[in-house]
């Protein structure tokens, strides 16, 4: 069990025994360095903080694993092409998708009530009422790109608000009103992005779509920071053009998150960027962190490697 902090290895020492599986808990992330700790063992589980390299990976199968479970939906820090090459097979988990909805919910109604902007000034001690009132959700259309399990539990939650709701998706696996892209962009004042990244979904939110955006429109995104065209966003929002954005995840935030960068330098010049805005929320990828949601992945990470053996016993 690679890249354990305290919490994930204190659920493996409990879950992992009445799995059957007596766990080899290591606080490193895997590495090329690292990998011969998993020699004899045919299972491994790592986390997604860390890009997986393919150095790493072929060093993994040198020392015999067939198997790698990810404590995570996504596999972006997998090159999944090449793990199979070398004979590794890659397995994700899933997990209470309700840990992101309710993120989500979250961080639309801080960016629509401007609370950055608004926790900045009474920090300071300022508690004059600002200038720019707040939305309601009831008046706004949202529009929910991804309709899987996270995306349908944001969906069922925005009801309770009495709003317009929009759907894009390539299955249409709920009862939402489904549109296509360019007019879900065209008509909601709230985009959410709910879908994983791949080669097909790498910038989403490009240039070009972001300019379809109503005037005002608030972008949240609690998928993966890829799914943005970063540069274009930056330039919306310090154009007006965007009333605000709020990010649990990050184009490049692949070794600033999850370390404490108060006395290094930050080399994203746009998260940096983002950061100065009143108007834009950044969390360090966090929607998923709750207990309840850390202690399924964990059981789900260990289920996986059990099953894998299991099949692989029987054929």
Excluded: W
């Amino acid at each position: 069990m690679y890249g354990c902090g305290q919490d994930e290895a204190a659920l493996f020492r409990e879950l992992a025994p009445r799995l059957g599986v007596r766990p080899t808990i290591i606080e490193d992330a895997v590495s090329e360095a690292n990998a011969e700790h998993a020699a004899g063992n045919r299972c491994i589980s790592v986390g997604h903080k860390t890009q997986v390299t393919n150095g790493t990976l072929l060093a993994l199968s040198q020392v015999g694993v067939e198997y790698i479970s990810t404590r995570s939906i996504g596999y972006n820090h997998i090159d999944m092409a090449y793990a199979q090459s070398v004979g590794i097979s890659v397995g994700n988990v899933a997990y209470s998708p309700d840990s992101v909805a309710d993120y989500t919910l979250m961080l639309m109604l801080m960016a629509v009530r401007q609370m950055k902007a608004t926790i900045r000034r009474t920090d300071a001690h300022d508690y004059r009422l600002s200038d720019a009132r707040g939305k309601e959700l009831r008046d706004l259309t949202v529009g929910v790109v991804g309709t899987g399990r996270i995306g349908s539990a944001v969906m069922d939650r925005l009801r309770g608000f009495g709003g317009p709701v929009l759907a894009y998706d390539t299955y249409h696996g709920t009862a939402a009103r489904y549109v296509p892209l360019d007019e879900l962009l065209l008509e909601s004042d709230i985009v959410t992005l709910h879908t994983p990244l791949t080669e097909e979904t790498y910038h989403l939110l490009s240039r070009q779509r972001i300019a379809q955006l109503p005037y005002g429109a608030f972008v949240v995104n609690t998928g993966r920071g890829a799914l943005i065209d970063t540069e274009a966003l930056v330039e919306a929002l310090e154009s007006g053009r965007l009333g605000g954005a709020a990010l649990d995840v990050v184009e490049g935030e692949e070794g600033v998150f999850y370390t404490d960068c108060r006395d290094k330098p930050i080399a994203s010049k746009a998260l940096l960027r983002l950061q100065e805005m009143p108007n834009v929320l950044i969390s360090p990828h966090m929607a998923y962190y709750t207990d309840h949601a850390l202690r399924d992945t964990v059981e789900n990470s260990l289920i996986n490697c059990v099953n894998f053996e299991r099949d692989k016993q029987y054929g």
